[in-house]
């Protein structure tokens, strides 16, 4: 095993962080024992959105107030979650946000990733049509 990444349980209304667990593919570890227990101590399953993991010098992303569990992955595996982790482009997130327009749904998800990404407040507001207000309460939230 080449590094180690951190699992974590993303807390309830919490800005997506890292990758979903299910985004990055089969992991080794994810059928090991100790995950296997920590996912059950939780009650949480692997697939769940909120079961996240960044790798190895990432650990600055995860919430304070978030259950943790270091991870082995091979060299292969770590490419795989640090390529899922890596940030969408400013361009890309705000194409996403330019097609909101067409739709209403997840929005306040959508808000929290295009904050993550950087962008401000009013030029999401701007490309989405929303109203500031409701962008700032998707924050609180």
Same mark, same amino acid.
């Given at each position: 095993?080449?590094?180690?990444?951190?699992?974590?349980?993303?807390?309830?209304?919490?800005?997506?962080?890292?990758?979903?667990?299910?985004?990055?593919?089969?992991?080794?570890?994810?059928?090991? #024992?100790?995950?296997?227990?920590? $996912?059950?101590?939780?009650?949480?399953?692997?697939?769940?959105? %909120? +079961?996240?993991? *960044?790798? !190895?010098?990432?650990?600055?992303?995860? #919430?304070?107030?978030?259950?943790? $569990?270091?991870?082995?992955?091979?060299?292969?595996?770590?490419? %795989? +979650?640090?390529? *899922?982790? !890596?940030?969408?482009?400013?361009?890309?997130?705000?194409?996403?946000?330019?097609?909101?327009?067409?739709?209403?749904?997840?929005?306040?998800?959508? +808000?929290?990733?295009?904050?993550?990404?950087?962008?401000?407040?009013?030029?999401?507001?701007?490309?989405?049509?929303?109203?500031?207000?409701?962008?700032?309460?998707?924050?609180?939230?």
């Amino acid at each position: 095993m080449a590094d180690e990444a951190l699992l974590f349980v993303l807390p309830e209304r919490h800005p997506r962080l890292g990758a979903a667990l299910s985004a990055v593919g089969e992991l080794e570890c994810s059928q090991s #024992p100790a995950v296997l227990g920590w $996912l059950g101590a939780h009650g949480i399953p692997a697939s769940s959105e %909120r +079961v996240r993991i *960044v790798p !190895a010098g990432a650990e600055v992303l995860v #919430p304070e107030d978030a259950e943790r $569990l270091p991870v082995p992955l091979s060299e292969e595996e770590t490419l %795989r +979650v640090e390529h *899922v982790c !890596a940030p969408e482009s400013v361009t890309d997130m705000e194409s996403e946000l330019i097609g909101f327009r067409d739709t209403t749904q997840d929005w306040r998800s959508l +808000v929290h990733r295009a904050l993550t990404a950087g962008i401000p407040a009013p030029r999401i507001a701007q490309l989405t049509g929303l109203d500031p207000r409701d962008i700032v309460q998707a924050v609180d939230d």
